[in-house]
């Protein structure tokens, strides 16, 4: 498996760019009471990768209603960042689903360029175990593979399914599929997913 796209900051652009295209959905639909959405944003300092970050990613896209008396939240889905989780989404992923797949040497390398520790690592397992497999978005969308995907075997096994279009697109994919547990209740549809040539 090749991971060069983890050094790559054209890769976290283009994550980038995807939140920004959900936002802009999320944006254009206003608030629920008819208000204009403003930019909130989150202040974020994504760990492991922050040299191939720019400023983009000092913040999670939110909107807040602009109507006083309102001021509701609107935070748009992400495939970048994972709920609160101070790795991205695809560090997480890739870390937990290469348990299996990578010899212990290269994958403890991987963790220490990174700089996650234990407890960080058996948090993500145990989140990957217990918290993903009963979340809504995992109920909704496990029906789609054929045949199920073992659960004890998360996140390894799924990005297993997505396999056939490279490891940074099987990624993309992935993060796509897992955009909604990062976002209360969203359905705009991602584009993305269709369009992973422009990587
Ligand atoms: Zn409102």
């Given amino acids: 498996m090749c991971h060069a796209f983890l050094n790559d900051s054209r890769f976290y652009r283009f994550l980038f760019e995807i939140d920004q295209d959900i936002a802009h959905q999320v944006q254009a639909e206003g608030c629920s009471c008819g208000g204009v959405l403003h930019s909130a944003r989150y202040p974020r300092k994504p760990r492991g990768v922050r040299s191939l970050l720019d400023e983009a990613y000092e913040s999670r896209l939110s909107f807040c209603c602009a109507v006083e008396g309102c001021r509701r939240r609107r935070t748009p889905p992400s495939v970048r960042f994972l709920g609160r989780k101070v790795y991205l989404g695809v560090i997480v992923i890739l870390i937990t689903a290469l348990e299996h797949g990578l010899p212990a040497k290269r994958r403890q390398h991987l963790i220490e360029t990174l700089d996650i520790c234990s407890q960080t690592l058996s948090r993500w397992r145990k989140w990957w175990r217990e918290v993903f497999p009963a979340s809504r978005c995992w109920q909704a969308m496990r029906?789609?593979?054929?045949?199920?995907?073992?659960?004890?075997?998360?996140?390894?096994?799924?990005?297993?399914?997505?396999?056939?279009?490279?490891?940074?697109?099987?990624?993309?994919?992935?993060?796509?599929?897992?955009?909604?547990?990062?976002?209360?209740?969203?359905?705009?549809?991602l584009r993305m997913v269709t369009s992973p040539q422009k990587m």
Wanted: with cysteine; hydrophobic share 45%.
């Fill in 143 to 189: 029906g789609q593979f054929i045949p199920p995907v073992e659960v004890s075997r998360l996140p390894g096994a799924l990005l297993g399914r997505l396999s056939g279009e490279g490891l940074s697109r099987c990624l993309c994919h992935l993060l796509g599929l897992l955009a909604p547990i990062t976002a209360a209740s969203w359905s705009g549809n």
